[in-house]
Structure formats: C-alpha cells, structure tokens
C-alpha cells in the first residue's frame, strides 16, 4: 500500500549523493543554463569577465538553441557597429517600436473610443491618472520619433546602397513598413478627438475620396469614415485599425525584413568590397563582435540612453508635451489647421492642382516607384562615386519633399481675409498663441490701441500691442490707415473678456473677435 | 566596453529617479491639471453664452425682465430659486438639466411667457454634451460673485430714471439714433421674440409673410380698418406697440405676451432710439 | 585550458567589469520594478467623490427614523440602519458581540458569495435569496451559511460647514472586532461614507449566531 503513495523527487537524491549546499549550487547551475538556453553559471560569469571564448563556444548557445535571440546574429562584422554606416537607425526603429507598443497598451486602460468620451479620456488620463501625462506625452514623442527615424533609415539605406542585390526584398519589405508607420500614426491622431485630431484626419481621409472611378472612391471614402463625416463609427474603425490591424501586419513585416536582413548579413560600409560583391554573410574570424557579450552591451547600453533622453524630454526637462485643443466641434475647421509634419508634402501637392492628380495619382505613382525601386538595377556599384545619378536623385527628393512640405503649411497660398489674418497672429484657433500665454496679471483692464503702444501698463501687454501693430504693416496694403484695439474687461470672477478689434480704411471698416481668458487655464506652460 | 556598463548604470539610476521624482509630484500637477481644464471649460462656456444664450439672458447675465431670469443673482446661488420651484437636489444639476432640457412649457406664474428653447443634443437641441458642460460651468462660475457675500446683489435691469408714460404724444420725443435703437433691442431682448422667433409680429420684410419690414407696416396697420388704437402715424403706433402693447393686437397675435413694463422702465430717448431703429426695417 | 562541463561551476575571482555587469542588472532590475510599481498604481481604479468606491453624502433628513428599519441608498451601495432600544433589546441577538446604538452603515453585498441581501419588514430582518443568510438590522448574522456579520463602510458625521464631528470606530477584539455604531450629534448636518474603505464584520459562524 505505501509503494502507491511513494513520490520519487530527483533533487532529494542528488541532496543524498553529494550534500545539500553543493546540490544546491548545481540545481542553481542547471536552471541558469536552462533559462540562458546553454549557458551555465561558469560561462555566464566568464563572459562578463570578458574572458577569451572557449571551444566549444557556450555564448552561441542561446543563438542556436533559444527562441528570443534564435533570429539575432551571434556575430555581427566590426564594420557595421560604429555610427556609420548605418547610424544604428533600424536598432532606433524597433526601440521605438517597443516603446509605442508597451506605452500604447498601458493607455489602453483609461481609453474607450466613443466620440461621447474620448475627449474625456484624455483629460481623464492627464489629470486623473498618476503618470498619465507621461506616458502619453511618451507615447506621442514615440510616435513622432519613429516616423522620423523610419524615414532617415529608409534615406540611409538607399545612400548606402544597401538594397541592391542581393538585398532587393528587404528594401521592398521596408517600404511596406513605412507605409504601416505613417498609417499607425495617423490613426492614433484621430483618436484624442480634439479639434486638431478630427480636421486633420478629415483632410487626409477626404483623398480617399479622389479615388477613381468616383463610386469607388465615395464607398472607400465612407468605409474608412465610418459616415459622411468622422463620428461614433469611425473613430471604433480608427482605433481598431490602430490597436489591431495595422500592429499585427507592422509586426509581420517586421519578422520578413529582420529576417532578410540577418540572411544576407549587414551590407558592409559602401567602398570596402569590389563592386557587385556581397561578402556581409561570411564574418571572417578578426573582424567579429559578438552578440554576447559585446553587442548585447552595446545595445543595452543605447536603450538606456534613449529611455533616458525621452524620459527626460517628456518630464523635467520639459522639452515635449502632446497638444491637447478644444473638444473635436463638427461644424466648425480652425483657420489654419494642418496635417501632422510626415503629410505636409501631400497636402502641398494638393495646393497644386485636381485632387485626383495630385492626391491620388501622384502619391500612388511616387509609392509604387518607393516598391519596386531595388528592382530597378543601375549599376552594381555601392560606392558614392560611381552613384552621381543615384546620389543626385537622393538629393533632388529630398528637397523637393521639403519645399512640398513648406508648400503644406497653412501659411503658405491658404489665407483668410486680412483682418482675421491678423487676429488670428494673436489669438491662433490651432493653439493656445500669445495672446492666451500672456499670465492674467500682465491683461489689465482697459482698452489699448496700436496707436498708443508705448503707454500700456504692463511689460506683457507691450509685446502683445508690439506684435499686433507688426502685422497690421505686415498687412498694411489690404489695410490700409489701420488701427488695432485691444478691450479688456472684467467679465466673471477670474474671468476676462478680451475683445480685438480691426479698424481700417480710416475706420470705416471694423471686424471682431471675442477671446475668454481665464487666470487658472495654464496656457504657458 | 566597461565605460557602457558604467554609463549605461548611471542613465538607468538617473532614469529612476526622475521617474521617482514626477511620480512624487503627480498629485499636485493633477490638481492643478484639473483646475487648468476646468478653467477652459468656463472659457468655451462663456463663448457659447454669447452666441447662445446672452439674446435672452443679457450680456452679463443679469437677465431681461419679461423675457429670462437672471444668472448672474445672489438669488440663484443661495438657494432662495431652487426652493421656489422645489429642486431639492444640487444646484449644478438644476443648472445642467435647465441648459440641456430648457422648459418644454413656459413656466406658469412667471413673468416669462416665452419658452426657453431645447439645447442638448440628447433632446434635439443644437448643442453637444461636452458643450452644455462648458456652459454649466460657466453659470456655476457666476457663484463666485456671491461666495461669502463679497459680490453685490445684481439686480435685473434697473429701472429708468423716468419712465414714458403711456401717453403717445406727451412727452414728445427726442431725435432717435438708430443704432443705439438697436443695440437697445438687443440688450433688452426685443431680438428674442420679434426677429428670430415668431412670439412676436417679425420685424424683417423677409421674415414676415406680407413681405414688408415693420417700418413699412406701422403706416399701413395704423390707417387699417381694424385698428384700435389711438396713434395717428406710424412713429405714434410704434410708440404704441411699445408702452401699451395689448390696445391693438396684430392679426394672429394674443393678448398678454408681449411684456406691459416699458412705459415704466424705458426713457423717452430710449423709445425714441428704438423707434428710429423700426423705422429703418423697410 | 579546457572546462569540464559536468564538474560543476569553477570559483574564479571576480573582476571589475564582471561586478559592473551585476551592477547594471541590478539597477534595471530595480527600475523594472519601480515601473511596474508605478503602472500598478497609474491602472488603479481611481474614484472621485460620488461615485461608488469614493466618497458618499447623505444628509441628515434622509435618515432612517430609530428602530424602523434600514433605508436603502443605491448609489452607495449600503444600507443605513437608525438602531435604538428595540435593536439593542432584540432577543435574537447573539450576547457575544457589542451592540451599540445609533447609525450603521452597512454594505449591500451578502458576506457569503456576494448576492445582494434583501430587507424583510415582516420578519424584521435581511434575508439573502442566493443561500439563506439572515441577518439583523446591525448587520449581526443569525442564520445560513455565511461566516461573518455584515460588512460596513467608514463615515464620519459632517456639521454644516462640512467639519467633521465624529468618527466611527470598531469596538470587540480579535476575530470579534467589527464596526460600531455611531449616535447622530446634534449638530450633524450629514454623513460622508467612504465606499472605498470597509470594514469586515466579526467572524459568525454559530447556529442561530454566534462565535
């Protein structure tokens, strides 16, 4: 009957065999190389001693028999570590990448996308939740941060070269990439549902609505929508497309081109091999940095210091904080709202003619170029030199996505009536402005004229009434004999009421605008 | 390599005490979050009073007798309203279910014979959720006048220092500016009943079935067969309109809708205004 | 210079970097679990006052009158029972736990599984449907399968400035500490209930009631 109930433990016998502590110490050992997924405590230790390798070599162990680094190299070539050639752009992306996904997922907690409380969310998150502010300023510096770097990666990669064969799909993949970041960023924008949220997202999805022929493009316009205009619907398919969709294909693509990208080995700084060889996959013996420890340091050490530059920025250095505007209002567009920076060109290239040219075709022709431009072999050679058309393309896109993006900005061929031009200096619809970041002490009550600068009472009302007669004469031809007011009262408790007001032609003509400023509404900050 | 471990510790060490430190002061940067938005929301709140409800309820909310009480009223702060119509609950709510809802039927055994229009969207008003807030917190931030008894009591409207009479000749009147007329009808809510709504006869040719403005029409409803009243021109039926308003009713029209109070709180200047205003409404 | 992989682990001396290292691991091990601390805290539920799991007025005249039975408060999720002579007097009471009088606030949920308890007027006293418990008006279990009194939450009694007059406090010892009552001041004007802060009622586990 006890043979039933006898229970046979391992340990206890190894405990018999040799004595407790060393069982111990060799239960210990077994589970370190277990978790390392081969490597002991003896090779852990001499590894970080920086001891020369043994043979066979333990440290390629976790390479070859374990899952998180099974598709890392266990080498990479001296080559590639430095700054250049690769100014360690595609380590940055995935970073950032981390970041988005760990800082994304935590807001996911105080989040629900209903137009009814999105907005609510926010101030919920920001003024309610220890931290909150935070991580979503970190969130949205990530994102900012990853399209920029997404961006100088794909311009590094082609200076170098490093899509020419053999390396063709891995820029094709790359592209695919680009695209889910620049969609990614865009459907979070939306997702505030403050005023800069809505329009801007308005504008960049009423392209689709160029598509033709005209059925399809209104049915795709209304589908992406969710309606005739961004509400309930439309903000679920943005956030689903956000939080779902578009991570799991980012993460695909992201497995096919690392993959890609360690199969053919790192491309070597351009000049270092003949033209048309690709030595990256074979690392000769003298020229390796291996992944443990080196490498592994390395890379550690740079996550600390951009975990700590962002930290930083969003917190005491205060370097960066997401935006937040008024409640996301239907029937009313801010004067001059833009697109986020990454679609500026877009909406510069739609200033220059029909929509369907220059919001369709035009960008699907440049992204279709973007796919397939590995495939288009000029010339085997990666060297600079040999590259002057390459190089002068590069240069040429460059620039002429800058002057786009320029083009983009509100203030460029989009003008109000000068007047509101004028006001709109002062007191902006986009954003707080000077006129609201002037601290309540420095408004006194009163009224002031641009014809009577000088005597104002304070030092922050000075500026303003110096600002505003500076765009009056910027304006001077459309207004003529001009005279800037600048009424403030009392209007409740805490409460001002500043009242611009526009004289021109003498007087004869006159425009408004009312602006409520409250003492505690923390404009400056 | 050893300098990157050392680096490396440090900007972790350094990244967990400013971690530490802006968790430490969250509660009070929340606080002062809270108040910040709180203060914007009276901002949008009073933009919206403007454009929505100051036709109404006057500029400074002091109310337009006749046409809507006042907000801006220790009355309304101290409990004194909501034991008159028997809200036994908070005063915001009061507040928020009076912007949202307005008042179905005008209210009984009150001077406002006009309705107070829907606003919320959830009933079929004009205005979103977050908007009736934004102007909820801005008539509750009228209470500050009155907190601890540091504001003064704002009275509706005061009284003229002498009132026209009814009389449509005696005193004669002054030269009328129409422009002051007509900031005069805005600031005492004549603008809430004869323009946009129908209580009252519409004053705009375009708003009015007959095509004609009421400076057109006074001429012709003065020589009408059906006229009752005393006036002999257009500028005396005018003045009529205004002093004694129930003598003659216009086709459609009841008794007992337009306010009986301006021979007593408007001066003879002020009719006058007003009248030139009419006038100029062909 | 071979290693024997079986022999066991080989103590070496350490080095400079090899501590360093241990260091480093610390420091971001230390940071993890500051981080984690910190997103404990940042998914918190927080609440702010009115709702439930915050705090909760009620003002004097919606008080239950002495010995009539508890008045139900939804909002709060709780019960207030007014307890008077006819309570402390009550023979079904089990001698072993301090019966006091004045208010107690007491949570609506069933100490057993978690079923909300209803007021029975005609047996004078809560009875759960889910499995039977009954209990008292001051929340003492006198029957069924639940193991302890009725759970209440803090409150302090408020004057009309909003300063507070009196606090409750537990009375009993040990596995018999519970939430007293607390007599109205006179010159209360209400209670403010902290949801977020209950107290466990005593351990009950007797036929009929009782330790």
């Known amino acids: 009957m006890a043979e039933i109930f006898k229970v046979h433990i391992p340990f206890l016998d190894d405990v018999k065999e040799k004595g407790l502590k060393d069982a111990l110490v060799a239960k210990t ?38 899952f998180w680094l099974h598709m890392r190299p266990t080498y990479f070539n001296k080559k590639v570590m430095p700054w250049y050639p690769t100014f360690r752009l595609g380590f940055l992306a995935v970073y950032f990448l981390v970041v988005e996904t760990i800082t994304g997922v935590i807001l996911m907690f105080w989040y629900t996308p209903s137009t009814l409380v999105a907005y609510e969310n926010m101030l919920n998150i920001m003024g309610n939740v220890p931290l909150g502010l935070m991580l979503r300023d970190l969130h949205k510096i990530g994102a900012e941060a990853m399209v920029a770097i997404v961006l100088l990666h794909m311009l590094r990669t082609y200076v170098t070269g490093s899509y020419k064969k053999p390396r063709q799909f891995t820029w094709h993949t790359g592209v695919w990439l680009l695209l889910f970041t620049l969609f990614l960023s865009f459907s979070g924008y939306l997702l505030p549902w403050d005023q800069l949220s809505l329009w801007a997202v308005t504008i960049g999805a009423s392209m689709s609505e160029a598509a033709p022929p005209p059925v399809v493009g209104r049915i795709v316009d209304v589908l992406v929508r969710g309606g005739p205009g961004f509400g309930d619907i439309g903000l679920l398919r943005f956030y689903l497309g956000h939080v779902l969709l578009l991570p799991i294909l980012l993460f695909i693509a992201l497995g096919i081109h690392y993959y890609k990208v360690i199969i053919h080995g790192h491309s070597l700084p351009p000049g270092v091999e003949a033209d048309g060889e690709d030595t990256a996959r074979k690392v000769p013996m003298g020229v390796r940095d291996y992944f443990m420890p080196d490498v592994m340091t390395k890379e550690l050490y740079w996550i600390a210091l951009w975990t700590f530059i962002i930290i930083f920025a969003v917190t005491v250095g205060n370097l960066y904080h997401a935006p937040l505007e008024p409640h996301a209002d239907p029937q009313i567009t801010p004067l001059h709202t833009t697109a986020p920076w990454y679609f500026l060109w877009l909406q510069g290239m739609l200033k220059l003619g029909d929509k369907l040219i220059w919001g369709i075709i035009a960008p699907t022709v440049l992204l279709g170029f973007a796919f397939v431009l590995s495939y288009l072999e000029v010339g085997p050679s990666r060297r600079y030199i040999r590259r002057r058309l390459g190089m002068s393309f590069a240069a040429l896109t460059v620039a002429v996505f800058a002057i786009l993006s320029y083009m983009g900005t509100p203030y460029y061929a989009v003008s109000s009536s000068p007047d509101q031009e004028v006001m709109a200096v002062l007191a902006p619809q986009t954003h707080p402005g000077p006129l609201r970041g002037t601290p309540a002490e420095e408004l006194v009550v009163g009224e002031y004229s641009t014809h009577a600068v000088a005597s104002v ?69 | 390599m050893t300098w990157r471990v050392v680096v490396g510790t440090l900007l972790v060490v350094a990244t967990m005490i400013i971690v530490a430190f802006t968790a430490i002061n969250e509660p009070a940067r929340m606080a002062d979050f809270d108040a910040g938005f709180e203060a914007r929301s009276i901002e ?158 519409a004053w705009l040719a375009d708003s009015h079935p007959s095509g004609t403005g009421i400076g057109t029409r006074a001429g012709e409803s003065v020589t009408a067969s059906d006229y009752a009243g005393e006036a002999t021109n257009a500028v005396e039926y005018l003045r009529e309109s205004i002093v004694n308003p129930n003598v003659y009713l216009s086709t459609g029209f009841t008794a007992g809708v337009m306010p009986a109070i301006y021979a007593d709180s408007l001066t003879a200047q002020d009719v006058a205004d007003i009248i030139a205003y009419l006038e100029t409404l062909k | 210079m071979t290693v024997k992989e079986t022999a066991g682990p080989q103590i070496a001396p350490m080095t400079r970097r090899e501590f360093l290292y241990y260091v480093w691991a610390a420091s971001m091990a230390i940071f993890t679990a500051e981080f984690t601390g910190l997103m404990i805290w940042f998914i918190y539920p927080r609440f702010r006052e009115g709702e439930f799991g915050g705090k909760i007025r009620v003002t004097i005249a919606n008080f239950p009158s002495v010995d009539t039975g508890p008045k139900d408060f939804s909002a709060g999720r709780f019960w207030i029972s007014n307890l008077g002579e006819q309570s402390l007097n009550d023979p079904r009471q089990s001698a072993d736990y301090i019966i006091q009088p004045g208010l107690k606030v007491l949570y609506k949920v069933c100490v057993h599984l978690g079923c909300l308890y209803k007021w029975v007027p005609t047996n004078d006293r809560f009875e759960c449907p889910c499995h039977g418990s009954k209990y008292l008006a001051n929340g003492t279990r006198i029957d069924g399968p639940a193991t302890r009194n009725l759970d209440t939450f803090e409150f302090v009694f408020a004057d009309a400035s909003g300063n507070v007059i009196a606090e409750v406090s537990t009375v009993g010892e040990g596995r018999l500490e519970e939430a007293g009552a607390l007599e109205i001041p006179s010159n209360a004007a209400e209670i403010v209930v902290d949801t977020g802060q209950r107290i466990d009622g005593a351990r009950n586990t007797r036929d009929g009631g009782g330790l």
């Open chain 1, 29 to 66: 050992d077994e589970s370190v190389e277990r978790l390392t997924a081969g490597m002991n405590i003896e090779a852990v230790r001499s590894m970080l001693r920086g001891d020369p390798v043994t043979r066979p070599n333990p440290r390629v162990k976790p390479h070859a028999d374990g």
């Open chain 1, 457 to 525: 009472p304070t030092a922050g009302l000075l500026e303003l009434m110096e600002l505003y007669e500076e765009e009056l004469v910027k304006f001077g031809d459309d207004l003529p004999d001009s005279e800037g007011l600048m009424i403030i009262e009392d209007w409740q408790v805490g409460l001002k009421k500043i009242t611009l007001r526009v004289l021109w032609n003498g007087g004869e003509r006159a425009a408004d605008l009312a602006v409520y400023l409250h003492a505690d509404s923390n404009y400056e900050d």
């Open chain 2, 44 to 201: 949008v709140g009073a933009a919206l009073f403007e454009s929505n409800c100051m036709s109404c309820h006057g500029i400074t909310g002091q109310g337009i007798p006749g046409v809507a009480p006042a907000l801006n009223s220790a009355d309304l702060f101290n409990g004194t309203r909501l034991t008159e119509v028997g809200w036994t609950g908070a005063l915001e709510d009061y507040v928020r279910l009076t912007v949202a809802g307005g008042r179905p039927l005008a209210s009984t055994g009150t001077s406002y014979p006009q309705r107070m229009p829907t606003w919320s969207q959830e009933y079929g008003g004009p205005l979103r959720i977050d908007q009736v807030e934004n102007l909820v917190d801005f008539v509750m931030n009228y209470g500050l006048t009155y907190a601890a008894g540091t504001g003064a009591e704002t009275a509706a409207a005061a009284p003229a220092a002498e009132g026209i009479g009814a009389n449509l000749t005696d005193p004669a009147l002054p030269a009328g500016d129409a422009a002051r007329g007509e900031q005069l009808t805005m600031d005492l809510g004549c603008v809430g009943c004869h323009v946009t709504a129908t209580v009252g006869p």
